[in-house]
C-alpha cells in the first residue's frame, strides 16, 4: 500500500530543519572562517505545484544540499495549482526580493521567458529543471530529456508486446510541452515497427479520480489492443483497489508508464504493470542546489546547455529494490541514504 | 402517439432524457462494449455520481435563485477532513461526520455570507472556493493524505470501491439521495418554498416566509450534498489531494442546467439533474469507447451542451403553444 504518501509534512519538516541547523552549524565551523562568513546563499527552487508529491523528494534533495554546502538558504515555492502565468507572478516576486539563485520547473514555457530574463539581467543565476523554457536566456537545463523518454517508453513497450500490436497512448493535458514531447519520443519509435498501430492520445489531465476512469475504460472498450503506454502515470497514483480493470487484465494488454514511485510500484511487484520509466526527483532539488552554488561561487564553472539526468526503469526483475528504496525514503535522512549521489561538480 | 408526444413535452426533463437516448444510441452503434451491465454501472454511473450528487444540492440553491461555484473546492475539503480524520485515528463514522461538518460548515459560511453580507451569490461563492481550496491546501501543506490500511481505512476504500449486488456503493448513495431531494423538492412545504424563493422572492417574503432562514438551508445542503460526492470521490481515489475536484463545479453546474434548472431560479428538477450528469457521463465514456482521440473530447461535450438546451427551449416553447 502507498504508505509514504501519508500524512507526515509537519514532523519531517520540523526535522529535516532540525537536521539542516545541525549540519549548516557543522559546515560552518568546518570552513575556513574568512571565506565566506559573511555571505549566504539564498537560492530559490520552483517546482510548478506544491501539491505533487514527486516534488516532496526535490524539496528534500533541495535541503539536503544547503545543508552541506552550510551557506545556502532555500526557498521552495511555487503557485498553488501548475499554472505558468501564476508561476510567473511567483518568480517575478523573486526577483524583487533578489535572490542570488533560482531553479525554475517550468509548467508552460512562453509565460516564464520575460521573468526568466528579467532575473537574469538583475544578475540572479538561474537554471531550469525538469521541464525548460528554451528560449529564455537560462544557460542551463537539468533534467531527462522528454524525446528520450517517450523513446524509452517506446522501447519499453516493444519489448513487452512484440513488434505488432494496437498501443494507446494516454497523456496528462494536451497543452503540456514535455509530456508532448514524450509522446512524440514515443510514436516516432513506434513508427519503425511496420506491426504497430497507435490509437489516442487520450487525456485524463492529471486528475486522479479521472486518470483512473480512463483506465478502466481503455481497458474494458480496447480488450484486444497490445499495450498502453502512459506519458504521465497519474493513474497509479492511488489506490489498487480503484482500477479493477487493470487487476482483471492482469498483463494481457502490456502497461508501460512512467515515475518510479512508492504507490506505483505494487502494480510492478503484481504483474499488472510491466515496466516504469522514471526520474531523478531526489537529485532536481539536490543537483540544482549543487549547480546553482558552482556558479555563484566560481567564476570559472561551465556547464553544457542540458546537463542530463538519470532515467532510471523499474521492471519486474529490480522492482524489489526499489520497494526497499522508498520505504527507507520515509524520512528525509533516509531518502538521503536511499538516493545518495555525488553532486555535480563544474563541467 | 400524438397524445403521448404532446404529454412528453409537459415533462421537464424530456428533452435532456431524449438527448441521453440519443448519444447512448450511438455510443452503442459504435462500440460493442457500451451497453453492457458492468460498463453502464461500474464505469459510466459510477464516475459521475458524484457530479449527480453535488448537482442535487447545486440545483436546490440553483431553484433557489442562488448559485453555489464552491462545490468542487467543497468536495476536496470535504474528502480531506475525512481522510485527515480517518488518519488521525478515529472510526469510519465518524470520519464521515467530519467530512460532513466540513461541508455543512461550507454551506454555512456560503449561507451568511449571500443572507448576512447581503454579497451576491456568485461572487459569495467565487470568494469561498477559493478559500476552501485555499484551506484544503493550507492544512496539508499541499501533501497528499492516503488512510492508513486500518479497519476504518479498509472500510472507507469499501465506500468507494465496493458494491452490493453489482452496483457501485457510490451509485446507491446517489439514487436514495436522489429519491430523499425528490420527495424534499416535490411532496413537502420546504420544497414549494424554495421554488417560490426562487419564482419570486419578493412575493416569498410577503407571504410572510423566512427568505433568510430558507437560503441558508439550501446553501447548508448544497455543502452536505458536496461533502457526500468529496467522500466518496476521496474514497474511491484511496488518497485525499489537496487538488482533487479542482474545477469539478462546472461540471456539476453544465450537468445542473443541461437537467432542466433555470439559470434564474423557479424551475428544476431532481430527475432531470440526475439525467443531465448521466449525459455528461455517457459523453466522457463513449469518446473513450470509440476510440476517438482526446483532443476531441471538450468540442463533443461542448456541442452536446448546447444541443442539449437548444432542446429544452424547443420542449419549452411546444409547451406554452399547448398551454396556450
Known sequence: MPTTRQFTGPVRRRTLLRAGTLAAGAGLLARPSIVRAAKRYSIAVIPKALDNPVFYYAHYGAEKRAAELGDVDVIWTASTTSDASEEAQVLSGLVSRHVDGMAVDANAPEPLIAPINQAVAAGIKVITWD??????????????????????LAEQTIKFMGESGTVILVSGGPGATNLNARLKGATDTLAKYPGVKTLGPFFHNDDLVKAQELTNNLLVSHPDAGALLIVAGVPFFGKMSALPQVIKNKGKVKIISTDVLAPELPFVADGYVQALVGQDYWGWGYQSVSILYNLLTNANCHYPALVPQAMPVVTADNVKEWMQKWEQAKTPEGAAEAFKEPPIGCM | MRRLLAELVL??????????????????????????????????????????????????????????????????????????????????????????????AAGIVNGLAVTRLSLNPFIATLATLGIFRGITYGIVQGQAITPASNVAGTEFAALGTGALFHVP????????????????????????????????????????????????????????????????????????????????ELQVIAGVIIGGVSLTGGQGTIPGVLIGAALLGVISNGIVLAGLAGYWQQLITGLVIAAAAALDVLRQRLAYLRAA
Open chain 1, 131 to 152: 521541464s525548460d523554457v528554451p528560449q529564455s536566456k537560462r544557460p542551463i537545463f537539468y533534467g531527462v530529456d522528454s524525446y528520450k523518454m517517450g523513446q524509452a
Open chain 2, 11 to 104: 415533462v421537464p426533463w424530456a428533452g435532456v432524457l431524449l438527448g441521453l437516448v440519443v448519444i447512448s444510441v450511438v455510443v452503442s452503434v459504435m462500440s460493442p462494449y457500451f451497453l453492457t451491465f458492468g460498463n453502464i454501472l461500474g464505469n459510466v454511473a459510477l464516475y459521475f455520481s458524484w457530479f449527480a450528487i453535488a448537482g442535487f444540492g447545486e440545483a436546490l440553491v440553483m431553484i433557489g435563485g442562488g448559485l453555489d461555484l464552491s462545490v468542487g473546492s467543497v468536495m476536496g475539503f470535504s474528502g480531506m477532513i475525512a481522510a485527515l480524520a480517518l488518519t488521525a485515528g478515529a472510526p469510519l463514522w465518524l470520519g464521515i461526520l467530519a467530512g460532513l461538518a466540513a461541508g455543512a
Open chain 2, 169 to 248: 456503493a457510490p451509485v446507491i448513495v446517489m439514487i436514495v439521495l436522489a429519491i430523499v431531494l425528490y420527495v424534499t423538492l416535490n411532496h413537502t412545504p420546504f420544497g414549494r418554498h424554495v421554488y417560490a424563493l426562487g419564482g419570486n422572492e419578493g412575493a416569498t417574503r410577503l407571504l410572510g416566509l423566512d427568505v433568510r432562514r430558507l437560503k441558508m438551508i439550501v446553501y447548508i445542503i448544497s455543502g452536505l450534498t458536496a461533502a457526500i460526492g468529496g467522500i466518496l470521490l476521496t474514497a474511491r481515489a484511496g488518497t485525499a489531494l489537496p487538488d482533487a475536484a479542482e474545477g469539478y
